[in-house]
């Protein structure tokens, strides 16, 4: 059942990629990430990209190839958790590790500039290995164990 909650968890990389998309595309920069390129650039996004339109432009693609990677790793995940982890193949236990990376280093990157975003990846930070660990027993517990074998 605690896999249900790992799906919804996909669900929302998902969502978090796509708004972040569409929120490229509308103003070249999503609104949760205002307060990390303010802090790291020292200026205000709308001030950029009056003053540094090219500079505005090349980080707005980055932000769409990093949206677009977050949708493939959601898509990815989504995947192994419907599938082959339902179906309690170890190495999809393994796999849905992955995203920590992802993870970790958008928090530690971006996400803790701004008290949203800090939110956000918290809730995948957290969520992801508290969901993976309650599912250990189903993976390697005894009656695995003893029923491959």
């Not at 190495?91 to 975003?117: K, Q, S």
């Not at 809730?123 to 993976?132: E, F, N, R, S, T």
């Not at 993976?139 to 695995?144: E, L, M, T, Y």
Request: proline letters at 3%; hydrophobic letters at 55%.
């Amino acid at each position: 059942m605690a896999w249900i909650l790992l799906l919804l968890l996909g669900a929302l990389f998902l969502f978090g990629s796509l708004s972040d998309l569409l929120a490229d595309e509308r103003s070249g920069l999503p609104s949760d990430h205002l307060d990390a390129f303010s802090t790291i650039a020292g200026v205000a996004w709308s001030s950029a990209q009056q003053s540094s339109a090219g500079i505005t432009r090349y980080i707005t693609s980055l932000e769409i190839a990093y949206a677009v990677h977050e949708l493939v790793f959601g898509l990815l995940f989504l995947i192994i958790v419907a599938i082959p982890f339902r179906r309690r193949a170890r190495w999809a236990w393994w796999a849905c590790w992955v995203p920590m990376l992802a993870n970790l280093t958008y928090t530690f990157t971006i996400g803790h500039y701004g008290t949203t975003t800090l939110v956000y990846s918290l809730i995948a930070d957290v969520a992801l290995p508290v969901l993976l660990l309650l599912h250990i027993s189903a993976f390697f517990g005894k009656s695995r164990l003893t029923s491959q074998g």
